[in-house]
C-alpha cells in the first residue's frame, strides 16, 4: 500500500518542507508513530517509513530529536521492548520462552535483548516474566 498513500505536503493543505518546516516536522512524526504502531512490533527500517512518508531522513530526524529527544531508530526499539515486556507479563513460562518473544518482536539476540530491556526496565525478562505468573496465579 505505500503507493497507494499520499505523501506528506501533498493535496492535504500542508504547508511546504520550506516555509513551514514544524509543520512538516509534526505530520512526519505522526505519519512514522502510526506506522511503527500498525506493525505492532515488526522490525521497520526507518527508511522504509521515510520512503511512505515521502520525507526525508533527515527530516524525520529532526522530527524525533526535537519532539521526543531521540532518533527513529532508538523509538522503535524502544516501542518493540515495551512489547515484549507487555507479552511477558501475560505469558507463562511453560508455554513460551523469552526468546521466542523476542524473536516476535523483531529481537534475534536473546543476550543483547535482555542487556537492553534491563537498561531500559530495571529488570530482566525472566523478572518480568515471573513476576507476570505470580500476579496470574494470585488474581
Not at 505522526?30 to 527508511?47: F, P, Y
Not at 512518508?53 to 527513529?72: D, E, H, I
Amino acid at each position: 500500500m505505500p503507493g497507494s498513500r499520499k505523501r506528506l505536503g501533498q493535496d492535504d493543505g500542508a504547508v511546504t518542507a520550506r516555509r513551514g518546516r514544524p509543520a512538516l516536522d509534526r505530520q512526519a512524526l505522526s505519519w512514522a508513530m502510526a506506522q511503527i504502531d500498525a506493525t505492532d512490533g515488526r522490525s521497520l527500517r526507518v527508511s522504509e517509513i521515510c520512503a511512505d512518508a515521502g520525507v526525508s531522513q533527515r527530516t524525520m530526524r529532526s522530527a524525533f530529536q526535537s519532539t521526543l529527544g531521540m532518533s527513529p531508530s532508538r523509538y522503535i526499539r524502544m516501542r518493540r521492548l515495551h512489547l515484549v515486556r507487555a507479552a511477558l507479563f501475560s505469558a507463562m513460562s511453560g508455554h513460551t520462552t523469552i526468546a521466542t518473544i523476542g524473536q516476535r518482536f523483531g529481537f534475534r539476540d536473546p543476550g543483547r535483548m535482555a542487556a537492553e530491556y534491563h537498561a531500559l526496565f530495571g529488570e530482566y525478562p525472566h523478572e518480568t516474566l515471573r513476576r507476570g505468573e505470580h500476579v496470574a496465579r494470585c488474581g
